[in-house]
T-cell receptor
Framework: DAEITQSPRHKITETGRQVTLACHQT?????MFWYRQDLGHGLRLIHY???????NKGEVSDGYSVSRSNTEDLPLTLESAASSQTSVYFC?????????????FGEGSWLTVV | GESVGLHLPTLSVQEGDNSIINCAYS??????FIWYKQESGKGPQFIID?????DKRQGQRVTVLLNKTVKHLSLQIAATQPGDSAVYFC???????????FGTGTLLAVQP
């Protein structure tokens, strides 16, 4: 079955280190998204992509970057991890054909910055 | 700015009762709405969606109602079961950016 997977599922890193969270989907979806989820804020959009080589900033993009070299993957990079980036990160995708397509989420990546 | 919010952060119901989770949205340009269920330690799961040209849509044990006049969305769960215990998010999509905007979530606690 087609799916969306994230790795690692759990990671502890030190302040200032570069961290990359992987997201891979096998639906051949054009649209991919990264969200972070924190208590009191719900899900907030970090970056998103509408296709290969397309990337866009979401509402909380500072300190994060993404790249889209193929349809299946949208890795999220924290250039220099900060304690404020301790969070749960969710990747999502949808086909992008019109506004009514369901968005599917990965299982999440728990990141702790110490 | 755009926002989607929930009226009740926590809802406690007895097993077998019907549950109603409410959501308010502020962007009148949104044309598609989704309810997600998120269990502890997992990603959000799609439950049901509705387009702005509809007032009601039914799924298996769930019904979504959309009142565009007051910008209100509700999720009704019939015969609530312990497995329904989770956080429920409403989300809106549409407008120029076509981005999904989430509410902060409602915790549904089902008492056996």
């Amino acid at each position: 079955d087609a799916e969306i997977t994230q790795s690692p599922r759990h990671k502890i890193t030190e302040t200032g280190r570069q961290v990359t969270l992987a997201c891979h989907q096998t639906w051949n979806h054009n649209n991919m998204f990264w969200y972070r989820q924190d208590l009191g804020h719900g899900l907030r959009l970090i970056h998103y992509s509408y296709g290969v080589h397309d990337t866009n900033k979401g509402e909380v993009s500072d300190g994060y970057s993404v790249s889209r070299s193929n349809t299946e993957d949208l890795p999220l990079t924290l250039e220099s991890a900060a304690s404020s980036q301790t969070s749960v990160y969710f990747c999502a995708s949808r086909s992008g054909e019109g506004s009514g397509n369901t968005i599917y989420f990965g299982e999440g990546s728990w990141l702790t910055v110490v | 700015g755009e926002s989607v919010g929930l009226h009740l952060p926590t809802l406690s119901v007895q097993e077998g009762d019907n549950s109603i989770i409410n959501c308010a949205y502020s962007n009148s340009a949104s044309d598609y709405f989704i309810w997600y269920k998120q269990e502890s330690g997992k990603g959000p799961q799609f439950i049901i969606d509705i387009r702005s040209n509809m007032d009601k849509r039914q799924g298996q044990r769930v019904t979504v109602l959309l009142n565009k006049t007051v910008k209100h969305l509700s999720l009704q769960i019939a015969a609530t079961q312990p497995g329904d215990s989770a956080v429920y998010f409403c989300a809106e999509l549409g407008g120029a950016t076509n981005k999904l905007i989430f509410g902060t979530g409602t915790l549904l606690a089902v008492q056996p």
